[in-house]
């Protein structure tokens, strides 16, 4: 079993930034990636972003330049920094660890852009 709880949502402006923080427990070994998807109401689930234990990086073209995902092994967390919002970003945001037990998913952080 995998446990993800997220932080770092809320209200935010126009054009400010913002970082999430989604730290994983239990069987971390089992994890071989790690990302972001976020839900708009009404739409889709989509990716937002994603990194592999080996490093590699994906983003989703809607964020590419704006976003950065990391991740702290020694802490077993991955963040997601999003600058220049846009209230299009507006979305309930989930972490995801596939793994070699399961898919598992955080409980989702709610983010909104509004002036």
């Known amino acids: 079993q995998v446990q993800l709880v997220e932080s770092g949502g809320g209200l935010v402006q126009p054009g400010g930034s913002l970082r999430l923080s989604c730290a994983a427990s239990g069987s971390i070994f089992s994890i071989y990636a790690m990302g972001w998807y976020r839900q708009a109401p009404g739409k889709q689930r989509e990716l937002v972003a994603s990194?592999?234990?080996?490093?590699?990086?994906n983003y989703a073209d809607s964020v590419k330049g704006r976003a950065t995902i990391s991740i702290d092994n020694a802490k077993n967390t991955v963040y997601l920094q999003m600058n220049s919002l846009k209230p299009e970003d507006t979305a309930v945001y989930y972490c995801?660890?596939?793994?070699?037990?399961?898919?598992?998913w955080g409980q989702g952080t709610l983010v909104t852009v509004s002036s």
């Open positions: 990194i592999t234990r080996g490093g590699r990086i």
């Open positions: 995801n660890a596939p793994s070699t037990k399961g898919d598992y």
